[in-house]
């Protein structure tokens, strides 16, 4: 996947691209919707398609001591974006000046001026530029006269309503990563870089893999049946706690997977985690037998949910 930035010039062969343009934080089935309808423009046309996101993140630019709140990362969405069928990410760099821009010049500075964009696909809701006054009404409104196309997709719903990245954030939050991965079209899953602790798990007789979550949301803390893929591929079943380890001191938050029937030194290698199902809440044992006979039922049930789990 080409990864194109905001403040780097745009290669002459993406030049006139149909932009997906949004947040695209979760890339759920609404945002996918607005993806394929572009991807479908731009085939139809004979032109490259884009997805155009932002780093940071609005609400992190604007409110830097929010909790953590993201579902991906951006080389995790690159590669959410190609599969879908998009040529290119383009990464919007949100920073001070961008967010000084009128609707207007964001308009006409970033998707005609930077991208030379022939087209522009939005969800009905996505707004930008300074206070947000800019719409799927503004791009109609300008893209005569900027000879441009604009299509306006309207928000994927199920039973319960619009399908969101809110939705997702609260059923994570409330330990349901089922509903979050419906939601999805696939599970939620965390990426990062493999770090030393303190071999706990190890004397305990579980080693596992301990990731840190960074700017990710942060799912209700408890033991998840999980899927694993290392660097090379390899997937792997296990089970994770996600939380602070209460039967240890100093509490440190941690995602720590235990993967079945497997040995290996990962340690600084980029992993994924998936989470499939939530098992139980974490909580803290007095003694270690106990918490070693907990360990070994977690695993167990894990198991049985991961055979059980088609995806």
Request: some cysteine; hydrophobic content about 40%.
């Amino acid at each position: 996947m080409t990864c194109l930035f905001s403040d780097a010039p745009i290669p002459d062969h993406l030049h006139g691209a149909i932009v997906a343009l949004g947040n695209f934080d979760g890339f759920h089935l609404g945002h996918q919707a607005v993806v394929a309808a572009a991807v479908a423009r731009a085939h139809s046309e004979g032109r490259p398609a884009i997805v155009a996101t932002f780093d940071p993140h609005p609400i992190r630019f604007f409110c830097p001591d929010a909790p953590p709140f993201a579902l991906t990362t951006i080389p995790q969405r690159a590669r959410l974006f190609e599969k879908a069928g998009a040529d290119a990410t383009f990464v919007i760099r949100f920073s001070e000046e961008m967010a000084g821009l009128s609707p207007e010049d964001f308009v006409n500075q970033q998707l005609i001026g930077h991208l030379k964009a022939a087209g522009v696909v939005t969800g009905d809701d996505f707004t930008f530029g300074k206070g947000r006054k800019g719409g799927t009404r503004l791009l109609q409104d300008m893209s005569e006269a900027l000879d441009i196309s604009v299509d306006t997709i309207m928000p994927v719903s199920d039973q319960d309503g619009p399908i969101s990245s809110t939705r997702i954030r609260e059923a994570l939050k409330k330990g349901d990563p089922v509903t979050a991965a419906r939601l999805l079209s696939r599970p939620f899953t965390i990426e990062g870089v493999v770090q030393h602790g303190n071999q706990v798990g190890r004397q305990l007789g579980f080693p596992t893999a301990n990731l840190l979550m960074g700017d990710y949301v942060r799912p209700a803390y408890g033991i998840y049946a999980v899927r694993g893929q290392l660097p090379d591929g390899r997937c792997l079943n296990g089970a994770a706690n996600l939380g602070i380890r209460p039967s240890f001191s100093p509490p440190t938050e941690w995602l720590e997977p235990c993967f079945f029937d497997w040995e290996g030194d990962i340690y600084g290698q980029n992993i994924a985690v998936s989470l499939i199902a939530f098992l139980r809440p974490e909580q803290k044992f007095n003694g270690m037998d106990a918490l070693i006979q907990q360990i070994a039922e977690d695993c167990e049930v894990a198991r049985a949910c991961l055979t059980e789990y088609a995806g």
